[in-house]
């Protein structure tokens, strides 16, 4: 099992950028696939982007193709770099991990950290 713990968000302006980073802080992200998800206020939790841990293979939801990166430094920690945001983004940014490719849902979760973006 891994215990999932987010940091990084924040205030920013529109068309800023801003990084949030997933650490483990018990068990490592060895064999799992690392993801964000995203929920603002009034809607449904929506994915954002993942990593494979076998493969670095990365996924995207198509609202932040080409905006977002994920990516990983190590066995403990996963990053988000968010660019060209846009007061749409602001939302509680969770992440997730699970032995599966992570899509709708995950088995482990974090608490989230919130990302607020200023028109």
């Known amino acids: 099992q891994v215990q999932l713990v987010e940091s990084g968000g924040g205030l920013v302006q529109a068309g800023g950028s801003l990084r949030v980073s997933c650490a483990t802080s018990?068990?490592?992200?060895?064999?799992?696939?690392v993801g964000w998800f995203r929920q603002a206020p009034g809607k449904e939790r929506e994915f954002v982007a993942a990593?494979?841990?076998?493969?670095?293979?990365t996924y995207y939801a198509d609202s932040v193709k080409g905006r977002f990166t994920i990516s990983r430094d190590n066995a403990n920690t996963v990053y988000l770099q968010m660019n060209s945001l846009k007061p749409e983004d602001t939302a509680v940014y969770y992440c997730?991990?699970?032995?599966?490719?992570?899509?709708?849902?995950?088995?482990?979760w974090g608490k989230g950290t919130l990302v607020t973006v200023s028109s």
């Open positions: 997730a991990a699970d032995l599966v490719r992570i899509s709708t849902g995950a088995e482990f």
């Open positions: 018990r068990g490592t992200f060895r064999n799992y696939n």
């Open positions: 990593v494979s841990w076998r493969d670095s293979t």
